[in-house]
């Protein structure tokens, strides 16, 4: 096979990969807005739909892996290309754990729904708006290489801390007040929490394309972006 046919492949096979990327990352998407719609709409056939959907994410992870490694053993790519696939690599892990948490709130919900709907939910509906923006704007960077967008996710992630201790907080009040619904309480503070997280493997992802496109590594490093008021991110997610 000459070289230009074997470019010709590979940019196929690479094209192919990123749209696999972007199924599984849509999937993970409709599983943060479906898991936290379960809760607060007290929906549990919801619920159990998003943690059945939980069984297609690792396969696609599976399966993403498996292309992943065969294009590397057959196509032997370098440079940019290189940097894409261990990109791809790196990113369906963060999308697989996002389905975990998300998952996990599902099953939170299931268990929440056999009680009277007592519990605040604070922060919750936002959270969840939140961290699916910033899910695709992660891998819209990604897919087209844009550093700025990636650096804008690492930015909100500092909101999403702040919605988090917010509902947090509320909680501890609630319990204080409600000793008796300390249990379903906890609960809720899971979910906050995973959410929270949810929003940090999107930031993971962010931080590899800065990595990828500018050489720049930006883990761990701290006051690395300027966050916005509250407000302003109260404002971008109104309808």
Partial sequence: M?????????????????QSIL?????????IGNSVKALIERDTTLAERTI????????????????????????????????????????VTDLE????????????????????????YGNIYQMAQWAQMMLKEALDAFVNNDPILAAKVCKDDSFMDELNDNTQHGLLTYMIANPAMISNSLKMNYVSKSLERVADHATNIAEMVIFVVQGKNVRHTK????SASSEVREKELQP
């Fill in 2 to 18: 000459n070289k230009e046919l074997l470019t010709s492949v590979l940019e196929k096979e690479l094209s192919d990969l990123r």
């Fill in 52 to 91: 059945a959907y939980d069984h297609e994410v690792n396969a696609a992870e599976v399966a993403i892996d498996e292309r992943c490694l065969e294009i590397l053993a057959l196509r032997h790519p370098t440079g940019r290309d290189l940097r894409f696939i261990t990109l791809a690599l790196k990113i």
């Fill in 97 to 120: 754990r996002i389905g975990d948490k998300c998952s996990n709130i599902a099953k939170r919900a299931r268990k929440l729904n056999e009680n009277p709907p007592l519990i605040p």
């Fill in 23 to 31: 199924i599984m990352g849509g999937k993970v998407e409709w599983m």
């Fill in 223 to 226: 006051n690395r972006f300027t």
